[in-house]
């Protein structure tokens, strides 16, 4: 793996203070997000390593805000941190935060980025208010209004036209993986997501196999094989979605495509997981095995420095 402080250079960050700002996002992304930190540092190219860590350090800090707690509080924060960004991005002064400091940063060297990170914050209030979903139309208007425009701030560092709309091959790729994605995500957290209050199967979906919201809330044991049934029918559409999205490594530049083989293989595996523990994710989570993962990312990096040679 490239040196960080490396990384840095070949991004063009020289300046001391700035690249301090940057290795304290790096810390934090590391520590909630270490498998794609490492996935991005294995198999991207150097020069994106600091955007990249720069953008999700920024998710993070927005879903910290408005993930939990009572929907008022959520979007009241939301509107602080909103206006806070606005600030940031259009400012004559740096931001004080750290992580706005380094978005700035990265929208600077990458201009696209502003119209994706509004994007973002236009489609946070459905996060903000996110208890559950009545309808699978709820779920869908919930992937195109906040899962896309989060993704599609990393995706578009890589995109072949980073300001496609949404009729692009490419971002209509990236719109069926992390469906795909989220839909996987919302089984395997299932057991967690019921101690909060909610889950992310829509309600109608639960009632087509005989099951109501309180008996996922109340894990009653009775239920596990119709949820035996649900999660696969789930999983199934999980995997036709991942399909639709297994073209976008064809659609980027060669030196980018070890890391999208990566992302959806590794999504692969997770929802093979899911379909393991099927009625038992009433009680715990599903995760694919480490030592699985890992040889997907050793493959990956051999075929990523072959491409840089």
């Known amino acids: 793996m490239i040196r960080w402080s490396t990384a840095l250079t ?127 139309a709820d779920f869908q208007a919930y992937v195109d209004g906040y899962a896309l425009p989060a993704l599609m701030l990393t995706a578009s560092l890589i995109a072949p036209d980073p300001d496609a709309g949404d009729d692009d091959p490419f971002v209509m790729g990236c719109r069926a993986l992390i ?13 967690e997501d019921a101690g909060w209050g909610r889950i992310g199967i829509p309600k109608d979906e639960l009632a087509l196999h005989g099951l109501k919201f309180g008996d996922l809330l109340s894990k009653s044991e009775e ?25 976008l490594p064809g659609l980027v530049a060669p030196e980018y495509r070890p890391f999208l083989d990566a992302l959806i293989t590794v999504q692969d595996l997770r929802l093979a997981a899911v379909r393991r523990a099927g009625g038992g994710l009433l009680h715990r989570a599903a995760n694919p095995s480490a030592t699985a993962s890992l040889r997907v990312l050793g493959r990956q990096y051999r075929h990523a420095r072959a491409a840089r040679r």
Do not use: K
């Not at 270490?34 to 150097?46: G, Q, T, W």
């Open 179 to 191: 469906e795909g994605m989220q839909r996987t995500d919302f089984l395997a957290d299932l057991s």
């Open 10 to 136: 070949q991004a063009g960050i020289t300046d001391p203070r700035l690249r301090r700002t940057y290795d304290a996002q790096r810390t934090q992304v590391r520590r909630f997000a270490l498998h794609e930190y490492v996935a991005a540092r294995l198999l991207l190219p150097a020069r994106l390593h600091p955007p990249v860590v720069a953008a999700v350090a920024y998710m993070h800090a927005t879903d910290e805000l408005i993930d939990t707690g009572a929907v008022r509080d959520r979007h009241a924060a939301l509107r602080v941190w909103e206006a806070d960004t606005v600030a940031a991005l259009d400012g004559d002064e740096p931001p004080a935060n750290g992580t706005l400091s380094a978005l700035r940063d990265a929208v600077d060297r990458h201009p696209h980025l502003a119209a994706r990170v509004r994007a973002f914050l236009d489609g946070a209030p459905v996060e903000a208010s996110w208890t559950g979903f009545g309808t699978e």
């Open 223 to 247: 239920c596990v094989p119709a949820l035996e049934d649900l999660v696969q029918a789930q999983a199934d559409r999980a995997e036709s979605a991942l399909a639709e999205g297994r073209g």
